[in-house]
């Protein structure tokens, strides 16, 4: 069974960066695909970046040039890197996890298995 955590929510303001983890444990890290989506307040979850487990990368538009997705396999962690926030990225940050083949990414969400809990992000203007 996966099991995933994520941490580093927390209050910024408009402009500034913060970088939200996401352990895994209870398989294989690497033999998995992992991804991260957000839930807005009052939205629908949204796909944000996904990344392969031979690290193949696909960002959604709204945070391509923003947002940078990376994996640490030794570490069993996954990364989102987020700069030049907006008010607009504000909501709860989820990451998502599928055993996969090597090239193989998913922006669906209802393609993965596993879901962590879900850490705060909030923007302030």
């Known amino acids: 069974q996966v099991h995933l955590v994520e941490s580093g929510g927390g209050l910024v303001q408009a402009g500034d960066s913060l970088r939200v983890s996401c352990a895994f444990s209870?398989?294989?890290?690497?033999?998995?695909?992992m991804g991260w989506f957000r839930r807005a307040p009052g939205k629908q979850q949204g796909f944000l970046a996904a990344n392969s487990p031979s690290g193949i990368i696909y960002y959604g538009a709204s945070v391509k040039g923003r947002f940078t997705i990376s994996r640490d396999d030794a570490k069993n962690t996954l990364y989102l890197q987020m700069n030049s926030l907006k008010v607009e990225d504000t909501g709860v940050y989820y990451c998502?996890?599928?055993?996969?083949?090597?090239?193989?990414?998913?922006?669906?969400?209802?393609?993965?298995?596993?879901w962590g809990q879900g850490t705060q992000v909030t923007v302030s203007s």
């Open positions: 998502a996890a599928r055993k996969a083949a090597a090239k193989s990414y998913y922006t669906d969400d209802i393609d993965y298995e596993y």
């Open positions: 209870g398989r294989t890290f690497g033999s998995y695909a």
